[in-house]
T-cell receptor, first 113, second 114 residues
Framework: AQSVSQHNHHVILSEAASLELGCNYS??????LFWYVQYPGQHLQLLLK??????LVKGIKGFEAEFIKSKFSFNLRKPSVQWSDTAEYFC???????????FGAGTRLTVKP | NAGVTQTPKFQVLKTGQSMTLQCAQD?????MSWYRQDPGMGLRLIHY???????DQGEVPNGYNVSRSTTEDFPLRLLSAAPSQTSVYFC?????????????FGEGSRLTVL
């Protein structure tokens, strides 16, 4: 089965700083890739997704992610974070040949005002 | 817009007790799943279903049972609760036809087993 690794457990940034959260997966076949966000006390919401085509995908709230197939990576970026981006971020992988979506352990982002 | 509804939101059990977490969705989604969320471990898939009468195991199925008698409902049963099952449980659903991949999550059920 596939697995997902998120390199950073807790990231602390000041407002306006740039953000990059790492995500690597292990699976030999074709996959769909996702980033979900969980704001404090809320359920998970989709931030962005990659199915095929342009490896640079843009999501909501100014987030983007780049799929690098050779590195099995799908890193999340934002040029300038805001205090309201404080949340936990989860990378997820869903292979094309099964219905099993696996999540990474999550990265907690704290943005200081 | 109800979406995915989970009940109860909070529950405290004693070791050995049984209970059922309810999940219902009103989006006519074929796929439904249960995850547990634990600190430092992200979300782990417990069981999932691709339609009424069809269920399958995920990553951490031991200690949990599921059934899918209707498209709308996907209850999760703990037959004999253990402290290791203390967690936050999320139900999620998505369509299979016209697949977009996006999972729609419920609000979560926080379970404490003493």
């Amino acid at each position: 089965a596939q697995s997902v690794s998120q390199h950073n457990h807790h990231v602390i940034l000041s407002e306006a700083a740039s953000l990059e959260l790492g995500c690597n997966y292990s699976y030999g076949g074709t996959v769909n890739l996702f980033w979900y966000v969980q704001y404090p006390g809320q359920h998970l919401q989709l931030l962005l997704k990659y199915f095929s085509g342009d490896p640079l995908v843009k999501g909501i709230k100014g987030f983007e992610a780049e799929f690098i197939k050779s590195k099995f990576s799908f890193n999340l970026r934002k040029p300038s974070v805001q205090w309201s981006d404080t949340a936990e971020y989860f990378c997820a992988v869903n292979p094309w040949d099964n219905n099993d979506m696996r999540f990474g352990a999550g990265t907690r982002l704290t943005v200081k005002p | 817009n109800a979406g995915v509804t989970q009940t109860p939101k909070f529950q405290v059990l004693k070791t050995g007790q049984s209970m059922t977490l309810q999940c219902a969705q009103d989006m006519n989604h074929e796929y439904m799943s249960w995850y547990r969320q634990d600190p430092g471990m992200g979300l782990r898939l417990i069981h999932y279903s691709v339609g009424a009468g069809i269920t399958d195991q995920g990553e951490v199925p031991n200690g949990y049972n599921v059934s899918r008698s209707t498209t709308e409902d996907f209850p999760l049963r703990l037959l004999s609760a253990a402290p290791s099952q203390t967690s936050v449980y999320f139900c999620a659903s998505r369509g299979l036809a016209g697949y977009t991949g996006e999972l729609f999550f419920g609000e979560g059920s926080r379970l404490t087993v003493l």
